[in-house]
């Protein structure tokens, strides 16, 4: 069996993380966390905490640090991610989350945090067409159009643009991105953790693109693509 991994994916919104991260889980046998996942997972709950979140959400803000921190660090001490690893999609966003996350994942620490580069002229492209399963959760878009019209190839599910998929929100997010998340590219780059992989193409490159940089920081090779 391939080797499990401890991995922070990094992007743009619509860069391809949640397409890559599912790849990269099969192909290392680790649990895809996503942040984004459980958030609209709370914003469906109708509790008061869902009803904070919604609001962060539906204006395109970054939810607090605090906030985050607390749902990351109940979902790293399941038993699933204490074994093989975990991949990480949507946390940290900040420097300083990822101070917290290094101090949680002592003594051991990540293994390799990825960067999926990708135009923002493309990933507005991207998001504007971005379809996902009602059902299962399957992303489509451009790279990975259905062959159902507006059902999921996979269970039949209909399809649906996310609520926070508008222009402004979209336009927003990647603001936010720019200010608070870019910089953790040097952060994680100054430590040695980071690989950049690009993000443009079908599904399947990018994610061999990925693989290979994981490998080689296994191998102590450059870890840039």
């Given at each position: 069996m ?9 992007g743009?919104q619509?860069?391809?993380k949640g397409?890559?991260?599912v790849r990269l889980?099969?192909?290392?046998v680790?649990?895809?966390?996503s942040?984004?996942?459980m958030?609209r997972?709370a ?5 008061d ?10 204006l395109g ?10 749902v ?6 399941q ?12 946390f940290p ?14 003594p ?6 990825l960067?999926?580069?990708?135009p ?5 492209e ?6 996902v399963?009602?059902l299962?959760?399957?992303i ?10 507006a059902?999921?190839d996979n269970c039949?599910?209909?399809?649906h ?9 979209i336009?927003?997010r990647?603001e936010l ?6 910089p953790?590219?040097s952060?994680y780059a ?12 079908p599904?399947e ?8 940089a ?7 090779r450059?870890p840039?693509?």
């Open positions: 391939v080797p499990g991994v401890r991995l922070v994916l990094l743009k619509g860069a391809g397409t890559q991260c889980s099969r192909h290392y680790v649990p895809h966390i942040t984004g996942d958030l997972s914003t469906r709950s109708g509790t905490f869902g009803k904070q979140v919604d609001e962060y959400m539906r803000e970054l939810v607090p640090d605090d906030v985050m921190v607390k990351v660090e109940h979902r790293l001490d038993h699933d991610t204490k074994g093989r690893g975990f991949i990480l999609d949507g966003r900040t420097v300083g989350q990822a101070e917290v996350l290094e101090n949680l994942l002592l051991r620490g990540l293994d390799l945090v960067d999926l580069r990708v923002t002229e493309a990933v507005l991207r998001l504007a067409s971005r379809r399963c009602s299962c959760g399957t489509y878009g451009i790279d990975s159009p259905t062959r159902r019209g059902l999921c039949g599910g209909e399809l643009q996310r609520a926070d998929d508008t222009e402004e929100s336009r927003r990647l991105y720019a200010s608070a998340t870019e953790l590219t952060w100054e430590r040695n953790k980071l690989a950049v992989v690009d993000g443009m193409g599904p490159q990018v994610a061999s693109r990925a693989i290979r994981i490998d080689n920081r296994r191998h102590d450059p840039v693509i």
